[in-house]
C-alpha cells in the first residue's frame, strides 16, 4: 500500500460544476496538508495549506482533512475552464521533513 | 522576486550517459529539495538539503546519482550512469527554512529523457 492514494482520473466536468479531488493515507504521523496545483510542463504551487484535522477556505477553494478517517479533501466552487491541471495532495509529518505526494488527479473543465 | 531557476529545460541522452541538472533557488531560501517525477506519478524526494548540510537523502539511488550544494546557495544533480527509467522531470524546489509549514517555491523542472 502506498503512503498516499489519490485517482489520477482524468476527472472531467462542466464549467460552473462543483469540484471534488480526494486522498487518502496511510502514516497517521502526517500532521501538515498541502494541495498543489501543476499546470503542463509547469512545476506545481501551492494552493491550500492545512495543520491537522479541520476545514479551511480561500475563495474558491475549500480544504478538509480527516484525520481520523486519514482522508483529505479539496472541493472547487464555480469551476472555470483556468482550473484545468493536476491537483496534488501532499503531506509531512512536520519540522524537517520532506513532502511525500500523491500521484495526482488530472482535472479538465468543459467550457 | 525572481523563482527558482533551473536548466537545462530538457536533455536527450543514451543510457550509461551522464547528465548533470543545475538549480538556483529563490534568494535567502536556506531549504533546498530536489524531486523526481516520473510521467503520470507525483514528485519522489530524492534529496533535501538545509543550507549546504543534507537532511534527507534516503530516497536517493547513490550508486548512480549524486547532488551537492557546496555554498549553500545553487545545486547540481549528477545522474551517471544513467538508465531507462531515470526518464522523468526533475524539479527544484525551495523554501525559507525548514519549518512546518508546505510552501516550497518549485521550477519548472528539467526534462531529461534517456533512450
Known amino acids: 500500500q502506498k503512503e498516499v492514494e489519490q485517482d489520477p482520473g482524468p476527472l472531467s466536468v462542466p464549467e460552473g460544476a462543483i469540484v471534488s479531488l480526494n486522498c487518502t493515507y496511510s502514516n497517521s504521523a502526517f500532521q501538515y496538508f498541502m494541495w498543489y496545483r501543476q499546470y503542463s510542463r509547469k512545476g506545481p504551487e501551492l494552493l491550500m495549506y492545512t495543520y491537522s484535522s479541520g476545514n479551511k477556505e480561500d475563495g474558491r477553494f475549500t480544504a478538509q482533512v480527516d484525520k481520523s478517517s486519514k482522508y483529505i479533501s479539496l472541493f472547487i466552487r464555480d469551476s472555470q475552464p483556468s482550473d484545468s491541471a493536476t491537483y496534488l495532495c501532499?503531506?509531512?509529518?512536520?519540522?524537517?521533513?520532506?513532502?511525500?505526494f500523491g500521484k495526482g488527479t488530472h482535472l479538465i473543465i468543459q467550457p | 522576486e525572481a523563482g527558482v531557476a533551473q536548466s537545462p529545460r530538457y536533455k536527450i541522452i543514451e543510457k550509461r550517459q551522464s547528465v548533470a541538472f543545475w538549480c538556483n533557488p529563490i534568494?535567502?531560501?536556506?531549504?533546498l529539495y530536489w524531486y523526481q517525477q516520473i510521467l503520470g506519478q507525483g514528485p519522489k524526494l530524492l534529496i533535501q538539503?538545509?543550507?549546504?548540510?543534507?537532511?534527507?537523502d534516503s530516497q536517493l539511488p547513490k550508486d548512480r546519482f549524486s547532488a551537492e550544494r557546496l555554498k549553500g546557495v545553487d545545486s547540481t544533480l549528477k545522474i551517471q550512469p544513467a538508465k531507462l527509467e531515470d526518464s522523468a522531470v526533475y524539479l527544484c524546489?525551495?523554501?525559507?527554512?525548514?519549518?512546518?509549514?508546505?510552501?516550497?517555491?518549485f521550477g519548472e523542472g528539467s526534462r531529461l529523457t534517456v533512450l
Open positions: 524546489a525551495s523554501s525559507p527554512l525548514s519549518g512546518n509549514t508546505g510552501e516550497l517555491f
Open positions: 538539503f538545509q543550507n549546504n548540510g543534507v537532511v534527507d
Open positions: 501532499a503531506m509531512k509529518r512536520g519540522g524537517a521533513d520532506g513532502l511525500t
Open positions: 534568494s535567502g531560501h536556506a531549504t
